[in-house]
């Protein structure tokens, strides 16, 4: 993108976003191309919806309903790509019982593209995470996790590369300081990298040298604190430069649509999330004209 110039008009639920000037009527009516974005986070193992006395989301959620949302939209739009922030394990009887296979073959059977690493995907150690990586047929990624001296070196990726339709769209992961949150003796030699300088770094990379159109951070950091020394997706946003997207994790923060941030250069990007348990999922709708300036609306989809 050239440019990067929001304009928000909320209804219903969606956010209207254009970018770089260009009319979002314009991009639709002139077939431009269109990439379409879904996400989940903090899904916690909960394969089934929740149950009808459940107090605050009743009969919401479950994996077979989002692999019915999935399947429609990706029909809608073949362009489509589907990431997960983190937190995929620990919250139901499944994960104690199956240690994590069972969610990784249900994602893999929903073909996510990515995914990156929460806190409590190391519940049961590194080496139950590295247990259960051939259940998973897509990528993990986490580019302030050093695993250099642990058994899950070279299995998770700093960053990926997706052209789709044309488009490149470069995606990234962070992951939350372990420490204090986790025993050490469960993630044993994982070093933890500044994510603020890691972002910086990384989206950089995939901007100006890979050439990269769209630049997604998978952040399980956290939404916010209200303290400008904790590493959130806010602080992220306000530190950095080249993110376009940053599809938060970790705080269980419900958001009805995207919420514009301004970069440090006084640019302005996208910060999303969508709750936890699997009771949404987050769907961006991206459209670019020749010029690759882009407009986007967005929305939390009710599961």
């Given at each position: ?8 008009n ?51 959620g ?70 259960q990586?051939p ?102 946003a ?51 004209d ?12 009710s599961?």
């Open positions: 993108m050239n440019r990067r110039n929001f304009i928000r909320t209804a219903a639920g969606t956010t209207l976003l254009t970018l770089g000037g260009l009319p979002l009527s314009s991009c639709s009516l002139n077939s431009r191309k269109h990439i379409t974005i879904l996400h989940t986070n903090d899904v916690h193992s909960h394969i089934d919806a929740l149950p009808p006395d459940d107090p605050r989301n009743p009969n919401q479950g994996v077979s309903r989002r692999a019915t949302l999935v399947e429609a939209i990706r029909k809608e739009n073949p362009n489509t790509l589907l990431f997960d922030a983190g937190d995929i394990f620990q919250g139901t009887p499944y994960f104690n019982y199956y240690g994590g296979e069972l969610e990784f073959k249900l994602m893999s059977m929903l073909k996510y593209d990515a995914a990156t690493i929460g806190n409590h995907d190391f519940d049961n150690g590194i080496d139950g995470l590295y247990a990586l259940h998973a047929s897509f990528d993990f990624l986490s580019a302030n996790y050093d695993f250099s001296n642990t058994v899950m070196d070279t299995h998770v990726k700093p960053y990926k590369i997706f052209t789709v339709d044309g488009i490149r769209i470069g995606a990234f992961g962070l992951g939350i300081r372990l420490a204090g949150l986790v025993t050490q003796q469960l993630y044993k030699e994982t070093r933890y990298l500044d994510p603020v300088e890691t972002a910086q770094d990384v989206s950089r990379e995939l901007k100006e040298e890979k050439q990269c159109d769209l630049v997604i951070c998978l952040s399980h950091l956290g939404y916010s604190y209200g303290n400008a020394q904790l590493a959130s997706d806010v602080n992220l306000a530190q950095t430069e080249n993110i376009d997207l940053i599809i938060g994790g970790h705080t269980h923060t419900f958001m009805d649509a995207p919420e514009i941030h301004t970069n440090r250069k006084g640019e302005e990007m996208l910060i999303n999330q969508v709750g936890c348990y699997g009771i949404n999922l987050g769907r961006i709708d991206f459209y670019f020749k010029d690759k300036n882009v407009a986007a609306t967005g929305k939390a989809i599961v």
